[in-house]
């Protein structure tokens, strides 16, 4: 009967997403799917890290605010048994959804070296300068390339003696670098289990606040749709 419900929940946020996003103008979105492979941790607990995967699909507007939703599988959560959620997530992402400005060619010329800044420096002060130059342009670029997702998953635990729906509250960061369409992303997130009590059978497990920390790190593909 858990099961039952569990999928009807999935049923119901999906199709919710789909009308929600029929009556949005499109011309002014932009869809993306995203599936992520990675690890889950529970920091206060003597446990391993277990196999995570992620798969997402989220509607952004052109000023980066958006919605995501998806399904997540957990080899083992807090040694309790498997796990498997369905994500809703609210998302910022500081980059615009038009990348292609970054396909454009970059012609470096004489004008790239600065005569007047040689006259009063020598060629090691120089190559120090453009070095440092560089690092800052790559800290900009990531953290132009960032998205922040803040939600809710629920989900069921089953498997050795869990047998439990659960919730957690989640903060996520995606950082992403593109390739044309797609886009190569990393996604460290922490999770908070919001459910106190784990059904385990003849008996309900009460976790303590310290127990229920979760942190995931997934790396994954996306697709612009």
């Known amino acids: 009967m858990k099961r039952q419900i569990l999928c009807l929940l999935i049923g119901l946020v999906a199709g919710g997403f789909g009308a929600f996003g029929q009556g949005w103008d499109e011309a002014r979105l932009s869809n993306e799917i995203e599936a992520g492979v990675g690890i889950q941790v529970s920091p206060n607990m003597n446990s391993g890290a277990y196999l995570r995967t992620d798969i997402s699909y989220g509607y952004f507007f052109l000023n980066g605010i958006g919605v995501r939703a998806g399904a997540t599988y957990a080899a083992d959560m807090l040694d309790l048994g498997e796990a498997a959620g369905v994500p809703v997530a609210f998302a910022y992402r500081t980059f615009n959804i038009d990348r292609s400005y970054q396909d454009d060619d970059y012609y470096y010329d004489d004008y790239d070296y600065d005569y007047d800044y040689m006259l009063d420096h020598s060629y090691g002060d120089y190559v120090q300068r453009e070095v440092a130059s560089g690092i800052a342009g790559a800290l900009a670029r990531l953290a132009s390339s960032m998205e922040v997702d803040a939600g809710v998953t629920p989900g069921y635990l089953w498997g050795r003696s869990a047998d439990s729906f ?60």
């Open 166 to 225: 659960y919730m957690t509250g989640d903060l996520g960061l995606r950082t992403s670098w593109s390739l044309g369409s797609m886009n190569l992303t990393i996604n460290p997130s922490m999770h908070y289990l919001l459910t106190q009590k784990i059904d385990m059978g003849k008996y309900q497990r009460k976790l303590s606040p310290a127990e229920r920390w979760l942190i995931s790190l997934t790396f994954g593909i996306s697709i612009m749709l």
